[in-house]
C-alpha cells in the first residue's frame, strides 16, 4: 500500500492510494462535491433578509416605513417609503435568484465531469463528485486539473506540466 505524506510548518497529513476506506476514516469526506452557491430554496428567505438588512441604507428605510405606520407620526402617506423599499427587495431577489441559479449550474456541470480513475490497474470513469480522498487520477492533456490534486506524473520531457491559473488569477500564461 502507497501513501503520501504532506508536510507543512504547521500540519502533517498522510493519504493512502486506493484505499478510500482508510482515507474516509481520517478525512470523513465522503464526496468530492462542490457548492459555491449562496442558497437553498429551504435557506434563501432568511440568509437574503439578514444580508439586506445588514446594509445601513435598507434598515434606515425600514426603520422609517414602520414610523410611517404610526398614524399622525408622519407627514406623509403611509406607503411613501415601504412600496420603493419592498420594490428594491424584490427586484435584488430576483437577481439574487437568477445569479444563484446560474452557480448551481456550474456547480453541476463541474460535479458532473467526466474523470479517469485508477484503481487496481483499471481505468474506470466516474464523475469529479464521485472522486475520493487517495483516488489516482488520470488527466489528459487540455482537461480540468483541480487545485486539490497532486501530480505525481507527466508525460512531457523532463517531466514538465505546464497549468493554466487563469480560473485562479485572471492570468493566462503557462
Not at 507543512?8 to 481520517?26: F, H, P, Q, V
Not at 445588514?54 to 414610523?67: H, I, Q, R
Not at 490534486?149 to 492570468?171: F, H, K, M, Q, R
Request: with cysteine.
Amino acid at each position: 500500500m502507497s501513501k503520501i505524506e504532506i508536510n507543512d510548518s504547521e500540519n502533517e497529513r498522510i493519504i493512502y492510494l486506493n484505499d478510500s476506506e482508510k482515507n474516509l476514516l481520517t478525512y470523513k469526506k465522503e464526496s468530492n462535491y462542490i457548492s459555491t452557491s449562496k442558497y437553498t430554496i429551504y435557506t434563501f428567505l432568511f440568509k437574503f433578509l439578514k444580508e439586506q438588512f445588514s446594509k445601513y441604507a435598507n434598515v434606515f428605510f425600514l426603520f422609517t416605513a414602520l414610523l410611517q405606520q404610526i398614524p399622525n407620526v408622519s407627514p406623509t402617506n403611509r406607503w411613501t417609503t415601504a412600496i420603493p423599499l419592498a420594490f428594491v427587495l424584490v427586484v435584488t431577489a430576483i437577481k439574487e435568484i437568477f445569479e444563484d441559479y446560474k452557480r448551481h449550474k456550474c456547480d453541476n456541470e463541474v460535479n458532473n465531469r467526466h474523470v479517469q480513475v485508477i484503481k487496481d490497474g483499471n481505468i474506470n470513469i466516474k464523475t469529479w463528485n464521485d472522486v475520493k480522498v487517495g483516488d489516482i487520477v488520470r488527466v489528459e492533456n487540455d482537461e480540468y486539473f483541480p487545485a486539490d490534486l497532486i501530480l505525481l506524473s507527466s508525460s512531457e520531457p523532463d517531466a514538465l506540466c505546464y497549468i493554466e491559473t487563469s480560473n485562479l488569477d485572471g492570468e493566462t500564461n503557462l
